[in-house]
């Protein structure tokens, strides 16, 4: 068990390392200035623009440049291209906002994905089955921001609802309770329209699964011994079902930081993914290859965590 | 039934929480809240290049001048400014400058326009100081003189590369020993610009510099009638604190200077400073600056918002990141409060403003990055302004909650030729082409009426722009009979031709754009109408900058400038700025342009500016390097009397509604006031 902990982590170490020079090298030679000001701008010398480049080492070799920002990266002194803010800083600043909305929005895909799975599962045929399955599909089919649009119009426009941002504009003036539920709103709305997508596909999963398994000889088992339906369903039933999704869950940590672009600039979010898209838009190398990083970081780890929960769980599974 | 807990609690949640947004009572507060689509990055004058930022720092930084609501240059920090020149003119001995002297000083009384305040020889050279700027008056004096008399003056730059310092400074303590060399100015680490007067005289230090084989590489000469260097006195007012109560002094605009021309800050604005010779606080409040030679938009570089010194100096630029760029200090009008990245930034009300206190509590400038969502924003009053776009405005038109504003921007979009194709190298076919495409449909059908035809390259409602400018009307006759005279005729497919060689081009423009690919589109289809045939490619846009624009490797390109509220447009027009990767794309050569171009850069009279820069344009817009197709109009929307103005005069208040000015809808918002919020009056 040590000795596989240990190789993995010696594996993963290697691994970061070509993540981190092939995502340096994608990042830095995709086209584009990485200047803040763009392109055609005659207010610009070419001193200024050498000063630009001197400063952010981006007039050295590429190799040196790698070198400079992962000794930068691992020292914490790496900045942004942008503002010359540390990358960290600017990365860590959004986490808690980012954390709780994807969080939420997992808590909701399980929340709604199972039981709508389960519930097609024990109809399977009739029309509850055909309603979810048609509805997973429209779900799986139509684009998010298309729906966001529509939820957002109507909830502005028809119910009167601000859905914008964290909160209402100046809700810190009225009080506590009124902030905690403006804020609990703000963070439902987009949330919701995050996990619609994931609750059509865990359910089409869940209902795989779930109709499999009730046809086990082990089902009719239980339930020829007596026992309740409940217990039937979700002791025996459900605990066999969820096991390829269990399995999963240290995938989700990285998940959990994954920002949706197009949903936190609709609901006008301060989340990763703003960051990230916008560090791609203003090549700001430095903020990509940090977050590129952490994420791969994170993959890693929720691999590792997924393989040692399975070994836990499942006595088949031999570490070695 | 545990698995159903979860979606019964969000159910719970999302009733309860929308029931708490509904019946949640906001207060009207004396705040004004605003949306963009983009985010500031930096709120410090000398790093920053966007308009977010722009946006913010014009309500916290002071600058020593700015522009009003027409503007015209005012003073601000700067309580008034004046303008001087000394010209040095450089001769072959002290005797034939003493002789100059007294032909100077016998001419003098008899042209008190060229403002000549007092001369004096020194040596070989004679010193004239001028009360006005310019050159206009150095070559009356060269005139009276003698111009065989006066010796030249060349300057050229000296480029170092990786010379060490020491190495460096040897050789320039030894340059300025050899005969004719007058000043070197260091204009950056491993550069130097060197004036040297005589004929020949570049040549002569090139030469030497070969000779010792010193590290040194000469660059190309110009040639000048004398030395030249404008002097700008600002005298600042007294009465003014920075947000955290230190009194503003010179020192602070010196320290800025000092700033914007270091190389550890890098700051992208230092082309507007590079000329500077010296800057200096004469007292605490006076600030004097001197130019290496004649350059009038300078006037314009001391707008910039100017930093505290008493709280930057001595720090590197990664401690400006987190402590300055982030909590800005400065003498605006709202100071900063608060910054959440992504969300939204709000300053408030700075009782000590040098101007009177602002009437609003606060300003919150709110980042909302999607279209639709701005608008909703709008249209259910969480913001209080919108930059609507052209396809909106009629809707807003009609209904009379809104107050619309608009006007003409600085900017405005073309087709550019490339002149060094032998098809575009006609002046009649460029012409043919101006009238065969139908620009006022362009303005009805992509802008919704709302722009106007571009009459060259400067924006109309600038004081500068030529008013005497007909547009080249739409009449495909009129193209077809010019292109006939430059040999164009239609061949067999319906397609002009001329020697063999059917009339047909690449027009390039860049994606995530849609105006401009509608554009081509219509281009297109006018063109073929007189028989031209154009081929539309839409490329990614850094691949179509970097591979085609800053090559010149195009036929025809749709673009758009904005240039703001400058006239010199050296870099966009003057034959020498036709390199790769310079702003004269197309190739455009006219010795005349170029003459005026450079003489503008040097004028500092304003009727002068208006005539030299109305004379610019008309020869451009006659050239038609670009067919220059319209001025869009800039259009903000507010929710009808939110706000309305009230602006201290000497002795009262001006109160009036919020209308268009040449400079926008919402500038000086200080003055803004919420007629559900009175404003204290206290003049």
């Known amino acids: ?320 | 039934m545990l698995v159903y807990g979860l979606p019964v609690v969000a159910a719970v949640a999302v009733g309860l929480s929308a029931f708490g947004v509904r019946t949640n009572q906001f207060k009207p507060r004396n705040e004004m809240v605003t949306g963009s689509i983009g985010e500031a990055k930096i709120l410090n004058p000398i790093l920053s290049t966007s308009a977010s930022d722009s946006e913010v720092e014009a309500y916290v930084f002071g600058s020593l001048l700015e522009y009003d609501e027409n503007l015209e240059v005012t003073p601000s920090l700067a309580e008034s400014w004046t303008l001087s020149q000394e010209t040095t003119l450089y001769f072959a001995d002290a005797a034939a400058a003493s002789e100059a002297l007294g032909r100077v000083q016998s001419a003098r009384n008899q042209f008190p326009d060229w403002g000549v305040e007092s001369v004096a020889s020194d040596g070989d050279r004679v010193r004239v100081r001028l009360s006005k700027p310019g050159s206009a008056a150095t070559r009356a004096l060269r005139g009276v003189i003698g111009e065989e008399r006066v010796l030249p003056l060349e300057t050229f730059p000296i480029e170092f590369g990786e010379t060490p310092g020491n190495t460096r400074d040897e050789v320039l303590a030894a340059l300025l020993t050899q005969p004719g060399v007058r000043k070197i100015w260091r204009t950056g680490p491993s550069q130097v610009e060197v004036a040297a007067s005589g004929a020949g005289a570049a040549g002569r230090v090139a030469d030497w510099l070969a000779r010792d084989e010193s590290p040194g590489k000469c660059g190309p000469a110009e040639t000048l009638g004398g030395l030249e260097q404008p002097e700008i006195v600002f005298r600042l007012r007294k009465d003014v604190r920075w947000h955290d109560g230190q009194p503003f002094t010179a020192a602070d605009a010196v320290f800025t200077v000092r700033m914007l021309l270091d190389d550890a800050v890098a700051s992208p604005r230092r082309a507007d400073y590079e000329l500077i010779e010296s800057y200096e606080a004469t007292d605490p409040y006076t600030f004097r600056v001197v130019y290496r030679r004649p350059y009038s938009p300078a006037l314009l570089s001391w707008m910039m918002g100017l930093l505290p010194r008493h709280l930057l100096e001595g720090k590197p630029t990664t401690w400006w990141a987190e402590n300055f760029n982030r909590k800005p200090i400065g003498t605006g009008p709202f100071r900063f409060a608060e910054w959440r990245s992504n969300e939204y930034i709000r300053l408030v009300r700075n009782d000590d403003y040098f101007k009177g206190r602002p009437h609003l509590d606060a300003v919150n400038l709110r980042v909302i990055p999607d279209q639709v969502a701005i608008r909703l924003a709008f249209e259910t009053r969480q913001i209080d302004f919108w930059a609507v776009d052209p396809h909106a405005v009629g809707a807003f038109e009609q209904k009379p909650e809104f107050s619309l504003f608009s006007g003409p921007s600085a900017s405005y979009a073309y087709l550019g030729w490339n002149l060094r194709r032998p098809l575009f190298q006609d002046v009649r076919v460029r012409r043919a082409l101006a009238h065969a495409v139908n620009v006022p449909d362009m303005v009805r059908y992509l802008l919704y009426g709302r722009g106007s035809q571009s009459l060259g390259t400067f924006p109309p409602q600038m004081w500068f722009a030529n008013p005497d400018i007909r547009p080249y009307a739409y009449d495909p006759d009129e193209a077809r009979r010019l292109l006939a005279e430059a040999g164009w005729v239609p061949g067999a497919d319906g397609i002009l031709a001329r020697d063999g060689r059917r009339f047909a081009f690449d027009l390039l423009t860049n994606q995530a754009n849609e105006v401009r690919k509608d554009i081509a589109t219509l281009v297109q289809a006018d063109l073929r109408k007189i028989g031209i045939e154009v081929k539309v490619q839409v490329l990614e846009w850094t691949v179509f900058i970097s591979e085609h624009v800053n090559k010149a490797d195009f036929d025809a390109v749709v673009l758009g400038w904005n240039l703001g509220y400058d006239y010199d447009q050296y870099q966009i027009w003057h034959s020498s700025q036709s390199g790769p990767g310079q702003l004269n794309v197309g190739g455009y050569a006219n010795p005349e342009v170029d003459r005026l171009l450079a003489e503008l850069r040097t004028e500092f009279d304003r009727d002068r500016i208006a005539t030299l820069a109305g004379t610019t344009q008309r020869l451009i817009y006659e050239d038609q390097p670009y067919l220059f197709l319209y001025v869009p109009e800039s259009c903000g929307a507010m929710w009808r009397d939110v706000y309305r103005i009230r602006r201290p005069e000497p002795s009262s208040w001006k109160e009036e509604p919020v209308t268009m000015t040449k400079a926008g809808f919402a500038v000086h918002r200080e003055w803004f006031y919420r007629p559900d919020h009175r404003p204290v009056l206290v003049p």
């Open chain 1, 1 to 320: 068990m040590t000795s596989f902990i240990l190789r993995r982590l010696l594996v993963s170490v290697l691994l970061l390392a070509m993540v981190s020079v092939i995502s340096f090298f994608i990042v830095t030679l995709t086209p584009g200035s990485p200047y803040p000001w763009g392109d055609l701008n005659p207010k610009i010398s070419e001193q200024a623009k050498a000063g630009y480049r001197k400063k952010f080492h981006l007039d050295e070799p590429l190799p040196r440049q790698y070198a400079l920002m992962m000794r930068d990266l691992f020292s914490g002194r790496l900045v942004s291209n942008k503002d010359e803010r540390p990358v960290l800083t600017k990365i860590f600043e959004r986490v808690p906002a980012t954390v709780a909305l994807n969080a939420l929005s997992m808590a909701l895909v399980f929340g709604f994905g199972i039981p709508a799975g389960i519930w097609a599962a024990r109809r399977l045929g009739r029309w509850p089955d055909t309603a979810t399955t048609l509805a997973a599909f429209a779900l799986i089919a139509l684009p998010g921001f298309w729906i966001s649009y529509l939820l957002v119009i109507f909830l502005v426009k028809v119910a009167g609802m601000p859905v914008l941002g964290l909160a209402t504009f100046g809700v810190e003036y009225s009080g506590w309770w009124q902030a905690a539920l403006d804020r609990t709103w703000h963070l439902l709305v987009p949330a919701g329209v995050l996990a619609l997508g994931g609750i059509a596909v865990q359910s089409r999963y869940i209902r795989a699964t779930m109709a499999e398994t009730l046809t086990e000889d082990y089902i009719r088992t239980a339930r020829a011994k007596g026992l309740s339906e409940e217990v039937v369903l979700y002791t025996h039933a459900l605990r066999n079902s969820i096991r390829p999704i269990l399995s999963g869950i240290g995938l989700l940590i990285p998940e959990l930081l994954a920002g949706s672009v197009i949903i936190e600039s609709i609901f006008a979010y301060p989340g990763l993914g703003r960051l990230g898209y916008e560090a791609v838009m203003e090549r700001d190398y430095p903020v990509l290859v940090a977050l590129n990083f952490i994420v791969a970081a994170l993959v890693i780890l929720g691999n590792l965590i997924s393989d040692l929960a399975l070994a836990a769980a499942d006595p088949r599974v031999r570490l070695s």
